[in-house]
């Protein structure tokens, strides 16, 4: 199973201490799935405000999968206008990359995910259940 995380979450994600994201840690680290990526645009420039050093570690530890920028970029732009966020490239992503759970505390976000995406959103460490020990593939 594969997760998007949102760059809204990447403070709290980087932050060792923060107990809602240890569930997500300890998926990552007994390899149970990867956090999925595009290089887009927009995506990059989330990631990049995030810190290049959070990308960085996430690669160098096999934590990431690289999803096809054109596909994602495609499907971003047919939902340009048609969603309540302005995340069309989180939504595209996730239809790309048929993954099913967002990690997030976007608002907007979570019903396009939830109505388009029909997936799930983890926020606090009590969405552990939502951390599937299938792989990603």
């Not at 994600?13 to 240890?22: A, K």
């Not at 840690?25 to 390899?31: F, K, N």
């Not at 690669?59 to 999803?67: E, F, M, W």
């Amino acid at each position: 199973m594969c997760i998007i995380l949102d760059a809204n979450l990447f403070g709290k994600f980087d932050d060792p201490q923060n107990e809602d994201m240890r569930p997500v840690h300890r998926w990552l680290s007994r390899q149970y799935g990867k956090i999925v990526y595009s290089d887009t645009s927009r995506l990059r420039a989330e990631w990049m405000r995030g810190g290049n050093v959070l990308l960085e570690r996430l690669r160098q530890d096999g934590s990431l999968k690289l999803v096809s920028r054109a596909d994602v970029e495609q499907i971003e732009r047919s939902l340009e206008g048609h969603i309540q966020s302005d995340d069309e490239h989180i939504v595209a992503l996730a239809l790309v990359a048929d993954v099913r759970v967002l990690v997030s505390n976007d608002k907007a976000l979570h019903q396009d995910f939830k109505s388009i995406v029909r997936g799930k959103v983890y926020q606090t460490k009590s969405h552990a259940r939502l951390l599937r020990r299938d792989t990603c593939p």
